[in-house]
């Protein structure tokens, strides 16, 4: 079972049913984390401003240079 590193409380879900890029919340802080790697599990916190269109913005300017 995984540990949220924000509170140490036990997240609540099964390792064998995520993927990477799945985005796992944490039920007692609330703190969001993305599966990074799942052999073995390994989880990055998502930053509060980070929106999945800001990376694509990122990619069309760097495609119009």
Do not use: H, N, Q, R
């Not at 995984?2 to 995520?18: G, N, Q, R, W, Y």
């Not at 944490?26 to 984390?33: M, N």
């Not at 599990?41 to 119009?64: A, C, R, S």
Request: some cysteine; overall charge negative; glycine content about 4%.
């Amino acid at each position: 079972m995984a540990i949220c590193p924000e509170c140490e409380s036990a997240l609540d879900f099964e390792e064998e049913d995520v993927d990477e890029g799945d985005v796992i919340v944490c039920d007692e802080c609330g703190t969001e984390f993305e599966v990074v790697g799942t052999e073995p599990l390994e989880l990055t916190k998502v930053e509060e401003d980070y929106d999945e269109d800001d990376e694509e913005e990122v990619e069309e300017e760097e495609e119009e240079e």
